[in-house]
């Protein structure tokens, strides 16, 4: 059985920072293309990075030199470092696994940017 696991949100002022990560169990970690998404309220879910089985990386342009992803083989874990976090960072952020068609998701983790 595939799971995802996610942690590390949280509520943060504008300007702060948050880790997310997200651990995987039931796949073979190494071979599977590895994303975060994030969904806000009342809005689609959205792509936010995303990186592949050999480690490139791809992000939407809001998010643009703030954010990193990177993954750990070894844990089985991807990780989102977000910084320099705005109002509109706010969401609920899954992360996804995905190979061949073979789509996992992650249960989310609530980032909340607030004054």
């Known amino acids: 059985q595939v799971q995802l696991v996610e942690s590390g949100g949280g509520l943060v002022q504008p300007g702060g920072s948050l880790r997310l990560s997200c651990t995987a169990s039931?796949?073979?970690?190494?071979?599977?293309?590895m994303a975060w998404y994030r969904q806000a309220p009342g809005k689609e879910r959205e792509l936010v990075a995303g990186?592949?089985?050999?480690?490139?990386?791809n992000y939407v342009d809001p998010v643009k030199g703030r954010f990193t992803i990177s993954r750990d083989n070894a844990k089985k874990t991807v990780y989102l470092q977000m910084n320099s976090l705005k109002l509109e960072d706010t969401a609920v952020y899954y992360c996804?696994?995905?190979?061949?068609?073979?789509?996992?998701w992650g249960q989310g983790t609530q980032v909340t940017v607030s004054a």
């Open positions: 990186i592949s089985s050999s480690g490139s990386t």
């Open positions: 039931g796949l073979i970690f190494t071979i599977y293309a």
């Open positions: 996804k696994g995905a190979r061949r068609g073979n789509d996992y």
